[in-house]
Each structure stands twice: as structure tokens, then as C-alpha cells.
């Protein structure tokens, strides 16, 4: 099992920044590809950012310029740098991940969501 602790939530003004945190944990084999995920009230949960294990990123368009998703292998660990916030950047912020286990199965994980409210 693989734990995901998000960090790094809050509220920010408009254009302000913020940086988001996810440690992956428990026992683990290796961590392919990890990402971010937001929900906003009344909306479906969307896809921010994801990178893979070798570093390749995408992004949703609506971020692209502004996001920044990078990783660290040795830790398990994926950030978020988020900048020239919105309004509308306004949800609960999932990290997600990928495990590959030892078996050769792929399992996915979730962490519990971190807010991110951008307001003056």
C-alpha cells in the first residue's frame, strides 16, 4: 500500500503563488507516472499536471505558463508551483500516483486533497 500526504494548500490573492507538495509512502516499488488533480464545487474532477518517472510533463491548457509540475525520485515526492493564480484556479487539489509493483501489476493511489482558494 502507498500512502499520498499532500502540503502546501491555502489562500492566496490573485497572481499570488503558491507551492504544492505530495510525499508518496508505505511500501513501494516504484512510482511511475504522478500528478495533480483538482475539483472545484459542482464541477468534475480534472487533470492539472502529470510527470513521468523519466521527467515528461503535460498540462492542462488551462495552466499551461503558469504551473510548473516537477518530481523528486529518490523521495516520491511531486510538487506543484503555481503562479499568476486565478479566481478560477480555485478547488481541492488531488496528487494521484502511479505504483508499479514487484509482481508487475499497476495500482493507483490518491491523497486526501488539499484546498487552494484564490481570492482578495
Known amino acids: 500500500q502507498v500512502q499520498l500526504v499532500e502540503s502546501g494548500g491555502g489562500l492566496v490573492q490573485p497572481g499570488g503563488s503558491l507551492r504544492l507538495s505530495c510525499a508518496a509512502s508505505g511500501r513501494i516499488f516504484i512510482i511511475n507516472a504522478m500528478g495533480w488533480f483538482r475539483q472545484a464545487p459542482g464541477r468534475e474532477r480534472e487533470l492539472v499536471a502529470a510527470?513521468?518517472?523519466?521527467?515528461?510533463?503535460n498540462y492542462a491548457d488551462s495552466v499551461k505558463g503558469r504551473f510548473t509540475i516537477s518530481r523528486d525520485n529518490a523521495k516520491n515526492t511531486v510538487y506543484l508551483q503555481m503562479n499568476s493564480l486565478k479566481p478560477e484556479d480555485t478547488a481541492v487539489y488531488y496528487c494521484?500516483?502511479?505504483?508499479?509493483?514487484?509482481?508487475?501489476?499497476?495500482?493507483?493511489?490518491w491523497g486526501q486533497g488539499t484546498q487552494v482558494t484564490v481570492s482578495s
Open positions: 494521484n500516483c502511479n505504483e508499479l509493483t514487484a509482481s508487475g501489476s499497476s495500482s493507483r493511489y
Open positions: 510527470i513521468t518517472r523519466g521527467y515528461s510533463t
